[in-house]
């Protein structure tokens, strides 16, 4: 099956060409153009980050590599392998764990991940069933009701469900919504992990701290259109100010010039802002060297930038909205 082959591998593992969706132009409905002249190179190995708000098109982009929706134009390769004229390798090739959490709640994790294993032809001497739920920690539960299983664990089933024909790239659509914080930290862990053993992982989210952490390059849509696409790190750096709010235990008359490089601001006798880059200096660095100071924090807060704040810098200039849906 699909083993890392150096000499044969892609570079990237999945290339979009000017990709476009129109839902509704086929009927009387006003024509809703969900991804528009999208291109997108995912390296091979990489863990990328699809981040956009709601309806910004990402499941359709998915879902178009998937091979469950039909795109209205443009090209995308998995794998090398065109989703048209080479479908079946490139279906072979891309797992997908879908947004939406549907699961038979009356088999088994076993069953399930057979029944899939049977759909993409993996015969039964080359299956895996145990050693996948166990990669998804659910080796225990492998003859339980999934029924019984906690949304969290139904989410990794799922993912269990799109590695069992070991496909070279693993997708995620949204795959924190609704699941509790232990039971990500839990499924990042394994998505981490099989990354870390060569899986190409696409995810799309809408939280930019959740692309922040896991991807190393991130992608950010909007009105289906990419608006930025580059390595984390440099993402970061353009989103690298946050502010912090202090209330002091005791009003400060002024403000101690060792704090001078957080370009401090009294905006109250007992409150003070400061500025500083998180990606240099974390934020209990900051809170440590204003008691150094000799000022007692009574309360703090800092503000978050966040998916809002990228979307006002990168839309900035950028006067298109949907006025060609409209159209
Ligand atoms: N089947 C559909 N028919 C019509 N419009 C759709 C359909 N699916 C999605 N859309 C619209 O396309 C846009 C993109 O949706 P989607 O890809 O689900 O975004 P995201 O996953 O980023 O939230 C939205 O405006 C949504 O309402
Ligand atoms: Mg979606």
């Known amino acids: 099956m699909s083993q890392p082959n150096a000499d044969k591998d892609p570079e990237f593992a999945v290339e979009i060409e000017g990709l ?13 153009h969900a991804l528009k002249d999208v291109n997108l190179k995912i390296r091979r190995g990489s863990f990328f980050g699809l981040l956009g708000p709601n309806g910004a098109g990402k499941s359709t982009l998915i879902n178009i590599l998937a091979g469950l929706v039909n795109r209205s134009g443009g090209t995308a390769k998995i794998w090398g392998h065109d989703i048209d004229t080479d479908m079946r390798a490139a279906r072979r090739s891309i797992g997908v764990v879908p947004q939406e959490l549907n699961i038979d709640p009356f088999f088994t994790p076993r069953e399930l991940l057979d029944l899939q294993a049977g759909l993409f032809g993996v015969p039964q001497s080359e ?51 609704g699941v509790d914080v232990d039971l990500r930290r ?13 899986t190409t992982v696409l995810l799309t989210t809408h939280y930019l701290e959740e692309a922040e952490a896991m991807c190393d390059e991130i992608a950010i849509i909007n009105h289906g259109r990419i608006i930025a696409c580059e390595p984390t790190a440099e993402m970061l750096s353009r989103l690298d100010a ?63 930038s966040d998916l809002e704040d990228i979307f006002i810098r ?12 409209a159209a």
């Not at 139904?154 to 496909?167: E, F, I, Q, S, T």
């Not at 839990?186 to 060569?198: F, I, P, S």
């Open 20 to 32: 476009a969706k129109v839902y509704g132009s086929s009927n009387k409905q006003t024509p809703k």
């Open 127 to 177: 299956r895996q069933t145990q050693e996948v739920l166990d990669a998804v920690g659910l080796g225990d539960k492998a003859d339980a009701y999934t029924r019984s299983l906690s949304g969290g664990m139904r989410r990794r089933l799922l993912v269990g469900k799109a590695m069992v024909h070991r496909p070279p790239v693993l997708v995620l659509d949204e795959p924190s919504a």
């Open 186 to 198: 839990q499924l990042w862990t394994h998505v981490k992990r099989m990354n870390e053993a060569g």
């Open 242 to 304: 946050r502010e912090l709010r202090v209330d002091l235990a005791k009003p400060a008359n002024e403000i101690p010039k060792s704090l001078n490089k957080y370009n401090p601001v009294l905006i109250q006798p007992d409150c003070l802002t400061l500025s500083f880059a998180p990606s240099k200096t974390p934020a209990r660095k900051v809170l440590a060297d204003i008691e150094a100071a000799g000022l007692e924090v009574r309360d703090f807060a800092t503000t978050e």
């Open 314 to 325: 990168l839309t900035h200039d950028d006067a298109e909205d949907d006025a060609d849906d």
